[in-house]
């Protein structure tokens, strides 16, 4: 019994882990999401869209707000 009671503690943590990072994934996908359709109507304005997602990814400046870090466009 107490071994299943200690189980059930370590998965809850984890689960509980894996959930915050999830979080932290979805919240940075929706900033670069919403930097890359600021970055989107900002060309549309000025009438000279550009001709691959690559090119608009460099020229956006990408990261994580969490983390800090850039993300590699490759």
Do not use: K, W, Y
Request: hydrophobic share 35%; charged share 30%.
């Amino acid at each position: 019994m107490a071994d299943d009671c200690s189980r059930c503690r370590e998965e809850l943590a984890r689960l509980t882990e894996e959930n915050a990072a999830l979080r932290r994934a979805a919240l940075a996908f929706g900033s670069l999401a919403e930097r890359l359709n600021l970055a989107l109507q900002e060309e549309r304005r000025r009438g000279q869209r550009p001709t691959s997602a690559r090119e608009t990814a460099e020229a956006i400046s990408v990261s994580t707000p969490a983390g800090g870090r850039r993300i590699a466009n490759h």
